[in-house]
Each structure stands twice: as C-alpha cells, then as structure tokens.
C-alpha cells in the first residue's frame, strides 16, 4: 500500500525545506512530523473545525484536508511564523490580554485565520468577523473573548500602520 | 502542625497585594499562543511505534474468528493485539456500579459499535491504518437492544450475559414524607422530559504514548489525562500491577470537561507496547473513534417529575423517576451522573421533601462518560420547566416564583432533602441583580409587542446551583468508595529567592497555574517573573487528584496557601534563631523576616533561605533545612452516605440565575436568541478574567445542549453522527454576546471564600433556553419536553398544536 515516495520543496515561515513522502500524507502530517511544526493541530481531520489552519500562499487552508504533495512549492505561515525574534504579533498579543482562549488547543488556527482577516479587513465589522470565524471551532471560550481579542488585534494593527505612516511621511 | 489557611486577603502577611483577586493575563498563554505546549501527540520517544484500533461495526455481534495473517505479514508491523491478548495479561477495568466492566477488548462477542476488537502497533499511522484493514473478523449478529425500556423487559437480549439482567441498579429515595407532601398539595403537577444523549467534545481527542519495562514489570503512561493519579491506579487494577509500577505523566489537554475518556484506548496501547517488547506506542484517538468509541456521550435521560404545589405558589414536594440509557457498560463512571444530583436535588428552594426513583441500564450504546456538570445539567433543565408550568397554571410570573421558593440567605448553611449542606448564597439579591440587568419589565413589554404581531418571543427566568469541590460519597450509591480527595502542592524557593510550586497536574484550560502563582506571589511579595509552576508525574508530585467537579479552584487555594503558611512558620523559625529571638517575635512582612518591634532588624528571604542552604549548622536542631514546604488539603467536614444516599458531599454551593428571550420560527423551527443575561454568585472571584471565561464557555455548551447537539442511534445501535457535520457543535454564529453580573457571598468554608465555578453556566443555560422557548410556544398551545429542541423537532411541535386547533 505504501506507494513511490515524491520528492516536494516548499518554504515554511521564511525557511526552505525537501522532502521525499508518501503522496497520501496530508499537509498536517508533514507540517507536524517531518518538519516537527507541531503548533498546527489537529481537531477533526475532517475539515469542520479549523484548528489545522495555516496560511498558504497568505490563504487560509486547512491542513488536515489537503495533502502534502499539493504544496510542492508554496510558500507557508504556521503559528510558529509568527512571532518576530521572540516579539510576540500583536495578534497573539491581543488573544492573551482579551482572555482569548483557554487550553489553546483552537488558538494556532484562530490566529491565523483573523491574521487573514485583518490582512484583508483590517479595521472589520462584528458580522464581518463573525463570518471569518464562522469555521473555526472552539469548545473552551464561548467565542466572546475571541471577539474582544480580534477587536483589540484590530485596532493595535492599525495604530502601528498610522504610526508607521506616519513616521514615513 | 495545624495550619492556619488565610480567609481573607488581609490574612496575608503582605501590606499590598497586587495579584490575587485581579484579572491577570495568564502565564499559561505564552506558550499556547506560540504553539509551544506540549500536547501529548507533539511528543516523540526514540523507537515508538503507532496504534491504530480496528473497531465493531455493529452493536451486537458474537466474534467467531479473527484472522490476522494477512496484517502480520504488511512491513513496518510490530504487534498485533485482540482479545486473547486482553484475556491473558489484563482484567475488565473499575466500573459504576461495580462489576459492570468488560475487557478492554471484546473477548467472546461485541457490545457496541465502536468497541475495539483488534489493534495494530506499527511504524507510523499510516502503515497501523493499512494492517487493521487487513484483518478479517467475523461476526454472528445477535439481537440488539437500544432502548433502555426495552432492556428492561423480560427475555431482552442481555448486554452482558452473566449479569442475567440489563438493570445497572434500580433503586428509590424517600426524603422525607413525600406521599404526604402531594396528598395535601393544592395542585400536583407531572410531565414527562427527555434529554438525548451528547457530550464533552474537547477540541483536542485523547491522545497516550504506553512503555512497558519488561525487566521491572511496569508501566509508564504520557497521557492527556484529567486526573493522573485516578488513572494510574485505575490501570494498575486493569493490568494486575502494584500502584507503584504504574507511572502516569500527565500531558497539557485541549480542553478535557469530564469527557477526554481514553482509559480503553490506553489499555489496548498498553497490551500494543507489551507485546512489542517494551517499544513505545503511541495511539492518537482520531476525530471518528472520540464521537463513536470514545469519552464523548453523557445523559440519555427519560425523565418524569412531578411537582407538589400550594395555591400561593410554594413547592412542598419533587418527585423524580429518571431513567438513564448507560450504554453497554459502567468502565466510564458514566452512573456518577445520575447521583450527583443529590447534590443539589432540590436546586436553589426549600423544597422540603423529595423522591428519587433511579434506574440505569445498560444498552448496546457507547458507554456513558462524564460531561461538564455531571449529571445536575439535565436535573434542573426538568426542574425548571416543573417550576414554569406551576407558575403559568398559577398566574404567578416565574421570577416570583423563583423568589417564593429560594432558600432565604440568613438560612444558611442549609441541608436540602437530599442530604447536602449548601454553604452560603443570596439568591434574591442574585434574581434581583438578574432582572434589573435584563431591564425585565421592558423584555416582558418587547414580548408583548412581539406577540402582537404575531412573533413568537418567549423569556425564561431560570435559576440553577452549581455544587462545587466534589467528594466522592457524592456517588457512594453508585458503589464509589471513600470520603476525601486530596489535592496537594509544594512550594520551594531557592537560593536564590526564586520559587517553584510543584502540583501534580497537568496543564487544562482554566488557567490554575496562574491561580497558583497569583496566590504564591502575594504571599511573599514576589512578582510572575519569579515563580515557575512545575507539573509532576504520579510518581514525584504530592499527592493531588486535578481538575475536576468544579474543585481544583478551591482545592489548589487551599494546597499552595497551606504550602505557604508552612513554609512561612519555617522561615521563620530559622530567622528567629539567626536573630536569637522567639519565633514569636518574629514575622513573615511583604517578603521579608523582621523581629516585631525592632526596626532594622530583618533578613530578606533569600538570605534566610541561603542560610538555610548552606549553614544548616546554624539551624534549630529539629528543623528540615529545605526551604519548601508541602500541603494536601482536602474538603473538612465530609460524612458518610447513610442508607438514603444523604451526606454532606460538594463542598460549595454556586448560584445564578439566567434570563434569556428568544424567538422561535413557527415556520423553520429555528431558535434565535435575542438576549441573554446572567448574574451568578460564586463567592471570592481570584481571577475575574478567568471565572468570566469558564461563565462564557459553558454557556456556549448550554446552547449547544439546548439547541444542536445529540449523538443519533437507529434501533440496530448504529451510530449516525460520527463527525462534526452531524455532530453540531455551537460556532460563534450560534453564541450571543451576554450581559453578566456578579454578587458575592463569599463561602465560609474555603480558602479565600471562592465557590466552584468551573462547570458554571452549563447547570442553567439549557433550562433558561427551553423555559424562553416553552413561553414563546404558549401561544400556540406547544410545549417542548425533548432537548436539544432542534429546528425539527419544533416543527413537528408546532405542527401538531397547529393541527389540533384546527381540528378544535
Ligand atoms: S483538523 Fe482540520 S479542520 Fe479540523
Ligand atoms: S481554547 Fe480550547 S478549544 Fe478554544
């Protein structure tokens, strides 16, 4: 049943990586296994819950659902890309300070998933993200210190952006 | 030495307390934030093999072969386990009731879909996958039985034939003269409920790497679990081994609530390592083997209650019968379920007399396991309705009604019928901060409207207790041992000054390492940054048993404070001596040790401790030079279960009360919640930030229970929601934002004065939300009686009242 492995290289929050796996090992495995990127995790395994999330190419994908093959060559975020030497993103920032989670074991797909959001939409209506969010399942927090936290994300990522601009100009 | 735990933040001997009682940010979240927390799953041992678990695809079903040639001969194969393996090297687990446990194999023939036959250790996943493919089993269908009424019957197929029956345990209380009590009721009141199954559903499943030492005959568990302690000795009865072989090493959960199971799957792995020659195994339940095989279902409850009432509203009487569908056996101690309500029997009122008619059954189902609450959720969802159909026939508003029956404040601490001492509480003050939140007269005005137009808008004003700090002669009746469960931390500095608390639990949601280290840093005037929080396996940490039934909160306070003021006694002590001063005139002032009344002199902790380290010469004889101190505390006062199942269990009594309107589509049958307001009274908040995070989180869960979620079975026992599309969990479109209030009784009975809050709303959300729907149906002549009350199953209600008023 093990099938001809295949060679794939792709880059995985800034850092290139070969591999030679099974063409049914799913992104997940990989992202977890072999490159040892264990923050994404893993829920359902069937593409409901959203705690596999990463960025792919800056889109959100789930990682249980697609397999590693499929990512010959894309470019990566997972939760470890996150930070900046040690400095947390104010994203993750927002979730510790606005209570927004509990075991963590939702957070990483969370993360991503609003880092999306605020990339695309960055100053967001409740319904707006609502609606990013809509996919993501977590059992522990009730959702509303979720939202604080994306709310507060929101607003520390756009002070930055004026000030950035502002010094620029 | 008795110890004398502070009461009150003023008891510590700091003059500015800067943590305790605040809503600090967690020293958990760091680590999760960056995906650093050591899940079990993220763990790698050097030669470890993975487990994939073949299971029964049908509920009933004698085994008359099982060929594992072909799985053998697949590379990467290392062990192959079925239940000739079970039968040889381990025996059915601890069960409640006792002896209704299986092994954890099928041996003979299958009781349950999902139930593991045959498991495969190989070297990865994948490979594990392929080879339980391979094997072939053979299976002679028997009769099923899924309806626990049915189970009951003479000539029903039996789940476990040497038992001779299907009656788990069939057994009725009498609290107080109940006959009397509906004899000289005004009105009597009865109504059937049903809670269908569903459950805990963490995001994380179950996950445990097993290693047998062959040579020492012993067993090493890295495991995802609640309480290490509990399962260690649990697989130490499984696996015939001394308590002292089996070492368990609990790993950070993703979310656990009563409902993270895993002892099969952990017994199959264990049997996997063995036979692989002591090779570590790794099983990973995957998302299909939690909602079929694993610790996901809770309460499959046919209730029928009745209410004895007085014209002015008073209740004089509660009457019980339960029914509960356990599944094929007792290994998840699914029955405490059932028994734990007579912690609370009688909710938030005086109800003077009340009778328990219990029967368990066992049933081709998974077994039950526990779930946040642990039984009193579906209790009081039934209660309440009680309460609101007395209310409606009486005219009275169901928050008078409420108010009529609570237990008045000064009543305190109060024993309720069913045996439980209820410590503290204030119950109108909480329906009264309630109602003014809510603004109800305005809610009662909007609904008003609302029907006006013809929507149908409903309000329910629903109270509810959340017992806290379990015991467990809670459950004595279901054949659960003991009074006490001890929960104990040490805490150590260094000689440098910096400290560690060493517990013996690993990492959950509710943020109780940052409990500890608040409390810890105010005692001794240190910041976050000087303390660690050390988690430890079964074999190292003091004895402790970890979250659970809404404990660890007050536990843990009294653990760390005890380890404080132990360790404070000792320092000073040693400083007394090092002054050549009584102890007596010395003290422990915001972190350092000073002679009462003698300005200048004083030693800073550190140099106390560093002395205590390096010149134990100088120390009293008698005194243990380490700088740390240990403390077990457990719940005082606890009693045995008389014959009636009477006893003083939970420690603390937590109350709220929830005012919720929604509106149901007559059309869909869909729920809309249009507010929700909660105020709720668990004593000494120590961490607002995380109590209102435990508040918010098991509200969702309510909603779910109300509204979504429930584990479907056909009459073959064939499970139809074995994935998170038909298993519904809430999202945040179903989660309203919600007003919150607080009052304080603080409890007289435990540190500090905080109350068990950690399974919170989840006791009052669901009866507030089928009381909101039950009143926007009165106009239509439904009532709803089945959670979750889902889109269609109002819609057949609604239908039906419809039909019949046509037919009028
Ligand atoms: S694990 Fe990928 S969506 Fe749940
Ligand atoms: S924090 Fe536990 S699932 Fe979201």
């Known amino acids: 049943m093990t099938t001809q492995k295949k060679a794939i290289s792709l880059s995985v929050n800034g850092i290139s990586y070969e591999a030679s796996i099974e063409p049914r090992m799913t992104l997940a495995d990989l992202l977890r296994g072999e490159l040892v990127l264990t923050g994404t995790h893993v829920g359902c395994e069937h593409g409901v819950c959203g705690a596999c999330t990463v960025l792919l190419d800056g889109r959100a994908v789930r990682a249980c659902l697609m397999l590693a093959v499929q990512a010959d060559g894309a470019s990566l975020t997972t939760v470890e890309g996150l930070e900046t030497d040690g400095e947390l993103h104010p994203i993750q920032q927002a979730f510790i300070e606005e209570h927004g989670l509990q075991c963590g074991f939702c957070t990483p797909g969370f993360l991503l998933t609003v880092h999306e959001l605020l990339e695309n939409s960055p100053d967001p209506s409740d319904d707006e993200v609502r609606d990013a969010l809509g996919g993501q399942i977590c059992r522990c927090t009730g959702y509303q210190a979720i939202l604080r936290s994306v709310r507060l994300a929101a607003t520390r990522l756009r002070d930055a952006q004026a000030a950035a601009s502002s010094q620029g100009s | 030495m008795s110890v004398e735990i502070p009461k009150t933040l003023e008891d510590f001997p700091n003059s500015s307390p800067r943590f305790v009682g605040r809503g600090v940010d967690r020293v958990e979240d760091p680590h999760l934030v960056t995906g650093r927390t050591e899940f079990i799953d993220n763990v790698v041992l050097p030669g470890m093999l993975h487990a994939a678990i073949l299971r029964s695809p049908v509920a009933h079903a004698r085994i008359t072969g099982i060929d594992v040639s072909e799985a053998e001969k697949l590379p990467g194969v290392f062990a192959i386990v079925t239940g000739e393996d079970a039968k040889r090297w381990s025996f059915p687990p601890p069960t409640a009731p006792e002896e209704w446990g299986t092994h954890c194999m099928a041996t003979d023939k299958v009781r349950y879909v999902g139930e593991p036959v045959a498991a495969v250790a190989a070297v990865d996943r994948y490979v594990a996958e392929d080879a339980i493919e391979l094997i072939a089993v053979d299976y002679e269908p028997l009769e099923v039985v899924a309806d626990p009424a049915k189970a009951m019957e003479p000539g029903s197929p039996l789940v476990i034939e040497e038992k001779g029956t299907n009656v788990m345990l069939q057994r009725v209380f009498n609290w107080g003269e109940v006959d009397e009590a509906f004899r000289d009721a005004d009105r009597v009141f009865t109504e059937k409920f ?473 059309e869909t049958g869909l729920v809309e919640i249009l507010e929700y307001c909660v105020v709720d009274d668990c004593g000494t908040r120590l961490n607002p930030a995380t109590v209102e995070g435990q508040t918010e989180g098991s509200i969702a869960q309510g909603i779910g229970a109300a509204l979504l979620e429930e584990y479907v079975y056909d009459d073959q026992g064939q499970i139809l929601t074995s994935s998170y599309m038909d298993y519904l969990l809430p999202t945040i479109n179903e989660v309203p934002a919600t007003k919150k209030g607080i009052v304080v009784t603080p409890s007289p009975f435990t540190p500090l004065g905080a109350k068990g809050c950690g399974e919170g709303a989840m006791h009052t959300t669901p009866a507030a939300i089928l009381s909101a729907i039950n009143d926007a149906l009165v106009p239509l002549g439904a009532r709803a009686t089945e959670v979750p009350a889902s889109p269609n199953r109002l819609w057949n209600l609604i239908r039906g009242a419809k039909e019949r008023t046509a037919g009028e």
């Open chain 2, 194 to 666: 049903r809670w269908n199954r569903l459950g805990a559903n963490p995001l994380e499943t179950f996950g445990v790497i097993a290693q047998w030492d062959p040579v020492a005959g012993s067993l090493t568990l890295r495991a995802s679990v609640q309480s290490a302690t509990h399962f260690g000795l649990g697989r130490a009865a499984v696996f015939g081994l001394p308590s002292n072989k089996v070492r368990v090493i609990g790993h950070p959960h993703g979310g656990s609530f009563g409902g993270k199971g895993g002892t099969r799957g952990t017994d199959v792995t264990a049997l996997l390592t063995r036979k692989a020659g002591g090779r570590p195994v790794k099983w990973i339940e995957d998302r299909a083997e939690y909602l079929t095989g694993g610790g996901s279902q809770s309460w499959d409850r046919h209730y029928e209650v009745s209410l004895a009432v007085k014209d002015d509203g008073r209740v004089t009487g509660l009457d019980v019968k339960l029914l509960d569908d356990m599944g094929a056996t007792g290994e998840c101690f699914g029955a405490i379920n059932t028994v734990k309500p007579l912690a609370a029997f009688t909710g938030p009122y005086t109800i003077p007399v009340a009778r328990y008619d219990l029967t368990i059954v066992a049933t081709n189902k998974l077994p039950q396991s526990p779930y946040r609450g642990m039984g009193p959720p579906p209790h009081f969802c039934a209660l309440e309705q009680m309460m609101d159909i007395a209310a409606r026939d009486l005219e009275i508003d169901p928050a008078e009604m409420r108010r009529k029956n609570f237990i008045p404040k000064d009543a305190f601490p109060y024993t309720i019928a069913s045996g439980n001492e209820y410590d503290s509480g204030d119950y109108e003050a909480v329906l009264d901060g309630a109602l003014e939140l809510s603004d109800y007269p305005e809610l009662r005005e909007r609904q008003a409207r609302a029907r006006a137009e013809g929507r149908c808008v409903g309000i329910g004003v629903v109270s509810a207790i959340e017992p806290g700090v379990f015991d467990w002669n809670a459950y004595a009746i279901v054949g659960v041992q003991g009074i006490g469960v001890p929960e104990g931390a040490t805490v150590s500095i260094d000689i440098l000054g910096k400290i560690s608390i060493r517990v013996g639990f690993a990492l959950e949601g509710q943020g109780q390492y940052t409990l500890a280290t608040q409390l810890v840093a105010d005692y001794f005037n240190v910041g976050f940054e000087d303390i660690t929080v050390v988690p430890l396996d079964t074999f190292s940490a003091p004895p402790a048993f970890g979250p659970g039934g809404s404990r660890l909160g007050v536990a843990l306070t009294g653990a760390v404070l005890g380890a404080c003021e132990k360790l404070r006694a000792k320092l000073v002590r040693v400083a007394a001596g090092l002054f050549q001063m009584d102890p007596e005139q010395v003290d422990l002032v915001d972190g350092n040790l000073v002679a009462k009344g003698v300005p200048g002199v004083e030693m800073s902790m550190p140099q106390v401790v560093g002395t205590m380290l390096a010149r134990s010469d100088l120390l009293p004889p008698d005194i243990d030079p380490r700088p740390e101190a240990t403390y077990v505390w457990t719940a005082a006062g606890r009693t045995e279960a008389d014959e009636e199942g009477r006893a003083k269990s939970y420690l603390t009594a937590a109350q709220a009360v929830h005012v919720v309107m929604v509106e149901v589509d007559p």
